[in-house]
């Protein structure tokens, strides 16, 4: 069974918007954190956001605060990434991800591409 499933990805333009979904097949809590890295085409991966699910913290690449905002919903055991203002240079694919307590981000989904175009 796949443990984490993105959707939302798309193709959009310059300065439009996407949300990206992630949907667990265990619950969010069985989770520490979950999170958001990127790979752009020749570019290593990159983390993007994450959250803690206890406090709901958050936690973003400097990069993209103000733009990018992450969320989680327990009672769907899915967590969201709001992109606002997409840029050409957000283009990649995004990758859903989740640790558990005192592991690495071990869990990762297959991937969805968002391509902005300028």
């Known amino acids: 069974q796949v443990p984490l499933v993105e959707s939302g990805g798309g193709l959009v333009q310059a300065g439009g918007s996407l949300r990206l979904s992630c949907a667990a097949s265990?619950?969010?809590?069985?989770?520490?954190?979950m999170g958001w890295f990127r790979q752009a085409p020749g570019k290593e991966r990159e983390f993007v956001a994450d959250i803690r699910w206890t406090g709901s913290i958050t936690h973003y690449a400097d990069s993209l605060k103000g733009r990018f905002t992450i969320s989680g919903d327990n009672a769907k055991n899915t967590v969201y990434l709001q992109m606002n203002s997409l840029k050409p240079e957000d283009t990649a694919v995004y990758y859903c991800?989740?640790?558990?307590?005192?592991?690495?981000?071990?869990?990762w989904g297959q991937g969805t591409q968002v391509t902005v175009s300028s």
């Open positions: 265990v619950r969010t809590f069985s989770y520490y954190a």
């Open positions: 991800v989740a640790r558990r307590v005192g592991g690495d981000w071990d869990y």
